[in-house]
């Protein structure tokens, strides 16, 4: 079984994909919905891998912790109807604890990841109460600071899987050094 973990965005190059999944037999299997999301097309890849986990991503324009359990259950609602699906849900991707601030670097937004650790560990019983799995954190390349870890305890709790991001190791284009 194959560690390598696709990202399913679409469907357009469908054979391509059909051959891929069937080769490496990976573990698990990211599809980004309302984009990816084709039942005939998912079960035909479920049956060229069936030991493979699929893990459901809802694309989000924005990630708003304004009010955090209510906004859980608002992804959650969006969510729900594709569940049955999937084997994982992923609640928001790549929160910056600095306030997407890379250029230049600001400190460690203390607030922003205490909304966050309420609004995942909320999303993730959600996600338990169905049945499902839910993986936390999908953080991007260098994050969440070390000084974020210990206002994450709930939702570390609550999670099944932490999702750090390693894509572009050791550098990234436009990413500091």
Not at 2 to 16: A, E, M, Q, R, V
Not at 137 to 145: A, D, I, T
Request: proline letters at 9%; glycine letters at 6%; a neutral charge.
């Amino acid at each position: 079984m194959s560690k390598l973990g696709p990202h399913i965005l679409g469907w357009t190059n469908w054979p391509d994909l059909r051959g891929f999944i069937k080769k490496t037999q990976s573990n698990i299997i990211k599809a980004i919905i309302p984009m990816a999301h084709d039942t005939m097309k998912l079960a035909d890849l479920k049956q060229l891998s069936p030991s493979s986990k699929w893990l459901l991503r809802f694309y989000l324009d924005a990630q708003p912790l304004d009010d955090p359990k209510r906004r859980a259950r608002e992804l959650a609602a969006r969510i729900e109807p594709y569940a049955q699906h999937y084997d994982i849900i992923e609640d928001y991707n790549e929160i910056d604890p600095r306030d997407f601030s890379f250029d230049p670097p600001k400190p460690l937004n203390i607030d922003t990841i205490k909304r966050y650790n309420e609004f995942s560990a909320e999303f993730g019983l959600i996600v338990h109460s169905w049945g499902k799995r839910h993986i936390t954190g999908c953080w991007s390349n260098g994050q969440p600071p070390n000084g974020a870890w210990p206002y994450l305890e709930d939702c570390l709790r609550v999670a099944d899987y932490l999702s750090l991001h390693g894509y572009g190791w050791p550098i990234m284009s436009g990413c500091p050094q």
